[in-house]
């Protein structure tokens, strides 16, 4: 399940980078090169976690959220007049869900109980 969520959350950042330009009505290339790079960043995670290269798919979740998570808080607290919408609200929230996700473990297992012989 887990490389499902990396696609989607990688198509989701995308789909933000390309929202700043609709909204501005005017191309913003650093908004879009940005959030392409990572987006694809995140979709190529989705494929190892498929092909389970976990740790791979890990590092490379955790390279791109990081950086999504970090400019995007970055821009919230910095620039709140200008960068305050809900556009980067929405990416900081998946953000922080994404990361939520990468370390949830993949199965809890029972604890076996000692049985009488």
Not at 1 to 19: C, D, P, Q, S
Not at 62 to 73: G, N, Q, R
Not at 108 to 115: F, G, L
Request: hydrophobic share 55%; aromatic share 14%.
């Amino acid at each position: 399940m887990k490389w499902l969520l990396a696609i989607l959350y990688g198509l989701f950042v995308i789909w933000t980078g390309l929202l700043r330009g609709i909204e501005a009505q005017a191309y913003k290339p650093n908004s879009l090169w940005f959030c392409l790079a990572m987006g694809l960043l995140c979709i190529a995670a989705g494929y190892l976690f498929r092909l389970n290269k976990t740790a791979a798919a890990t590092m490379t979740s955790l390279v791109a959220v990081a950086f999504v998570l970090f400019f995007y808080l970055y821009c919230f607290t910095c620039k709140p007049a200008g960068d305050a919408t809900v556009r980067v609200g929405l990416v900081i929230v998946a953000s922080i869900g994404f990361l939520a996700m990468l370390f949830l473990p993949a199965e809890v297992k029972a604890c076996q109980q000692d049985t009488p012989d």
